[in-house]
């Protein structure tokens, strides 16, 4: 019986979201980029390193990207999931948030939906929450053990190493999906900006700037609970855990000042 021949394939990529570095057995420290490509596909891709996100040449949220995949099949249990060649990435530059809302609003769907699919079926989507409930803070039970990981390092140019820095804690939204959803959902964030300002007010708190983690946590919660809600549009893209299924908000999408309606 002939094996079946998987063919290298093109694709460019509007990236929506990138979540906060992972430690990885296989790839070191990776991200996760997802976004939708220019036929209106949701895709989740991988390994993108570190590094590539280090520099201010790296490519960002809201930009298109052109890459090759490994195979035009997907690369996990995930349909949306590709194995990317990495050293293929190329920086399209920025769409206009106009192009980006206009692909956005195709793909909109509750989580009743979502769950409702097989997630080998399905297993990224894009919310727009219609009503936010709380935002809660919980401690991180695996911190310890991940710390540990994470003493691996990542090269960047070769030249100096970096440390991921591992979150003691975890956010979660609560939050009503549509107009007709009856149920209370609570979602964990993993959004790169939201551990990344997590990051800095700890800081803060470390030189003595900030009072105590509580201090931390308002300020935290003050942006991505009160702030950006509040921007004329406002996405949570989501998605399953590898292993557990699970779905997690893997970004927040909204304007910025220097987005081109």
Known sequence: MESKQFMKMKEKLLVLTKTYPIVSKKYEHLVCVAGITDKGE????????????????????????????????????????????????????????????????????????LYAKNPREVSLGIIKPNKLIDFVEEANENYKKIKE?????????????????????????????????????????????????????????????YKDEKVVFEKVKDKFFNVLPNKRDFYFVVGTHYRFKTYIVVGVIYPKKADKY
């Open 149 to 209: 990981k994470g003493k691996q390092t990542t090269l960047i140019d070769g030249e100096s190493a970096v440390k991921i820095w591992i979150p003691k804690n975890l956010f979660s939204y609560k939050f009503n999906c549509s107009e007709s959803c009856p149920i209370q959902h609570k979602i964990m964030c993993e959004d790169w900006e939201l551990i990344a300002l997590y990051r800095n007010c700890d800081k803060y708190r470390e030189q003595g700037k």
């Open 42 to 113: 949701l895709r989740r891709i991988y390994p993108v390193p570190f590094e590539v996100f280090w520099n201010e040449k790296s490519f960002k949220k809201k930009n298109w990207i052109e890459y090759e995949t490994e195979s035009d099949e997907p690369s996990d249990h995930r349909p949306e999931s590709r194995k990317i060649i990495t050293k293929t990435i190329k920086d399209l530059g920025p769409a206009s948030f106009k192009e980006l809302k206009e692909l956005i609003e195709q793909k909109i769907i509750s989580l009743e939906e």
